[in-house]
C-alpha cells in the first residue's frame, strides 16, 4: 500500500515538472535583495560586461532583474518614471540553451514580462541568442550570456498624448530601465551588457513579438 502511494506521488512529480516546463505562463517569485549594498559600491561595480560564465540565471534573480527593470513597488507606483503615467515600454526575455538551465524552470525560449502580475508569458520556445547576436552586426559575445533582457517600445502608447515628443520621452524612459537593469544585475553579483546596435526588424522577427514592439534596447545578462 505505501509503495503504491509513493509511486503515485512519484508519477505526480514527474507530470507536474513536465507541465512547468510547457507552461504558457511562469509565476515569477516575489523580488528580494540579497545582501545591503551601499549605493556608490554598487556604481563602482558597474561596467559594461561582455563575457559571461556559463552559469544559469536563476528564477529568483530573473525576477528580481525584470521587477526592477518595469515591475510594480508595494505603494502601486512603478520602479521608473514615466511621462504621463503612460509606460509605453515591454520588457521581453530569452533564454538560452545552457546546461542547468531545465532546473531553473524556465526552458530555452522567449518570453513576455507581465508587470503588472509579475510573471512570465511565454512567447516562443528555442535557443535564438545566436540569431540575435548575428542581428546585432555579429557582436558574438552577446550569444554567450545566458540571457538577455529586452527593452520595447509600443511609441503610439505615448505619442497619443505627447505627439512627436513622446518619442524623446520613451527613449529617456529606456535610459532609466537599462540603468536599473545594471544596477539590480551587480547588485546580486550577476552582470550585464548593453546593446543598441542591431536590425530593428531583424530582431522583432527573430523573438516572433507583436509587431508594434519596436526594441531599443538588449541587455544581455548572467555572471561573469
Ligand atoms: C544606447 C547605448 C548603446 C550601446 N550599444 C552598444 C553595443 O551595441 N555594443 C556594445 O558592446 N556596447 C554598447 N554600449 C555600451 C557602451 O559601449 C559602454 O557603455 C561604454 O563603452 C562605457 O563603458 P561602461 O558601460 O563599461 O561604463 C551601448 C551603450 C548605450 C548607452
Known amino acids: 500500500m505505501a509503495s503504491l502511494l509513493w509511486a503515485i506521488i512519484l508519477i505526480y512529480f514527474c507530470f507536474s515538472f513536465n507541465n512547468i516546463q510547457a507552461m504558457d505562463i511562469i509565476k515569477l517569485p516575489e523580488p528580494k535583495d540579497k545582501k545591503a549594498v551601499y549605493f556608490k559600491e554598487l556604481i563602482d561595480t558597474r561596467r559594461s560586461v561582455r563575457t559571461f560564465t556559463q552559469k544559469p540565471v536563476s528564477i529568483h534573480d530573473?525576477?528580481?532583474?525584470?521587477?526592477?527593470?518595469?515591475?510594480?513597488?508595494?505603494d502601486?507606483?512603478?520602479v521608473v518614471p514615466s511621462a504621463g503615467a503612460l509606460y509605453p515600454l515591454d520588457i521581453y526575455v530569452i533564454t538560452g540553451n545552457i546546461e542547468g538551465q531545465g532546473k531553473t524552470g524556465i526552458l530555452p525560449g522567449v518570453y513576455h514580462y507581465l508587470s503588472n502580475k509579475h510573471l512570465l508569458e511565454?512567447?516562443?520556445?528555442?535557443?535564438i541568442r545566436k540569431d540575435i547576436a548575428?542581428?546585432?552586426l555579429s557582436q558574438m559575445w552577446?550569444?554567450?550570456a545566458p540571457c538577455m533582457v529586452i527593452i520595447t517600445c509600443e511609441y503610439n502608447r505615448i505619442t497619443v498624448k505627447y505627439r512627436d515628443r513622446g518619442i524623446?520621452?520613451?527613449?529617456?524612459?529606456?535610459?532609466?530601465?537599462?540603468?536599473?537593469i545594471f544596477l539590480a544585475t551587480f547588485n546580486i553579483g550577476l552582470g550585464c551588457g548593453i546593446v543598441g546596435a542591431f536590425d530593428d526588424n531583424h530582431v522583432k522577427t527573430i523573438l516572433g513579438i507583436n509587431k508594434m514592439h519596436e526594441p531599443l534596447l538588449i541587455m544581455?545578462?548572467?555572471?561573469?
Open 168 to 180: 524623446r520621452y520613451a527613449h529617456m524612459e529606456a535610459g532609466n530601465v537599462s540603468q536599473n
Open 220 to 224: 544581455p545578462v548572467g555572471y561573469y
Open 76 to 78: 502601486g507606483g512603478r
Open 142 to 144: 552577446m550569444a554567450k
Open 134 to 136: 548575428n542581428a546585432a
Open 122 to 127: 511565454f512567447i516562443k520556445k528555442g535557443d
Open 62 to 74: 530573473l525576477s528580481y532583474i525584470l521587477w526592477s527593470s518595469y515591475g510594480f513597488k508595494d
